[in-house]
């Protein structure tokens, strides 16, 4: 049975559900400051945080740690909000992480999903990163969130339809052709970027583990690895350019079968009443063109 959160409400007719949540208002913001003595997420403000949930650490001294949002989405009986803190210092962004950082960061952050998913009540684990205020980051100190839900939100109940539907129209998997069909950005023996024509935003990117597989708890190490290292050429770029992005992660809702990939969300493009009206999005770059700004040397 599907629960929906206290807090949930959905329109009549329109495709739109919301959370409300007035006490995140009060959750701290450092204004995309270089330092703060106050960032929570440093280490020696442990106690500012939340119930801490897991960690990894090494010489005794933590390198990421998983704590309960202090200011969650949601109340504790109806699902999961969990802050994902990927390292210990406070100005190193993910794109400046190494391949070592990256791969860490993303293997814990894929384990706390798993996790999530694990327990009986949960039908639906959101893991993303929001990079930069345009982002809706409100601490810059480098971290992921974890939003784990008893209801499938409808927008992610309709890709694993269509998802579905293609496969037993033509029975291929959707990503595997895309793999194939769009234009490649970054690729290695692991792991491939794609520009998709069909695009929310300017230079957004696909990032597609090669091997079909449905859920991320299933991914190698040296899946994660291969994703790590063209994130992080990616991330580079945008960082040059100074544009925030969201990374999100897509895989299978339930047992179904999926082809589990993440896609990064540069977030310069500003959305018109068109979009909201119709959800047709207008871009100007295509796919080549989206390939020349990320191998455009840095
Ligand atoms: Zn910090
Ligand atoms: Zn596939």
């Known amino acids: 049975m599907q629960i929906k959160p206290k807090n949930y409400f959905r329109h009549r007719f329109l ?30 403000n442990e106690s500012e945080t939340s119930t801490e949930l897991a960690r990894i650490s090494n010489n005794g001294k933590w390198l990421l740690r998983a704590v309960k949002n202090k200011f969650p989405v949601i109340d504790e009986e109806d699902g999961i909000h969990e802050v994902i803190i990927e390292h210990r210092e406070h100005n190193k962004r993910f794109a400046n992480f190494s391949v070592d950082e ?19 009540h949960i039908k639906f684990a959101a893991l993303l990163k929001n990079s ?5 980051a409100s601490l810059q100190h480098e971290h992921s969130q974890l939003l784990a839900f008893k209801f499938v939100p409808e927008v992610i109940a309709a890709i694993q339809k269509n998802f ?3 496969k037993e129209r033509t029975g291929k998997c959707p990503v595997c052709e895309q793999l194939k069909e769009e234009v490649t950005v970054f690729e290695n023996s692991y792991a491939k970027a794609i520009a998709p024509k069909a695009s929310r935003v300017e230079y957004e990117l696909a990032i597609i583990p090669k091997r079909h ?3 991320f708890s299933e991914i190698k190490d040296e899946e994660i690895r291969g994703i790590a290292k063209i994130l992080r050429k990616a991330l580079k770029r945008l960082a040059k350019e100074g544009i925030d992005y969201n990374l999100l992660y897509y895989d299978a809702v339930a ?23 119709t959800s047709l999005i207008t871009l100007i770059h295509d796919a080549k063109e989206v390939r020349e700004f990320y191998r455009k040397a840095i």
């Open 102 to 120: 990256l791969t860490l960061a993303i293997k814990f952050a894929l384990e706390r999903k798993a996790e999530a998913e694990k327990q009986p």
């Open 132 to 136: 930069g205020r345009l982002a809706g």
């Open 164 to 166: 579905n539907k293609f």
């Open 255 to 277: 047992d179904n079968d999926f082809h589990a990939f993440i896609i990064l969300l540069p977030r310069k493009t500003i959305l018109g009443g068109q979009e909201y009206l």
């Open 15 to 44: 495709p739109i559900e919301v959370l409300m949540a007035p006490h995140r208002a009060k959750r701290p913001h450092d204004n995309g400051k270089k330092k703060s003595n106050k960032c929570p997420f440093c280490p020696g």
């Open 213 to 215: 597989f449905a859920k």
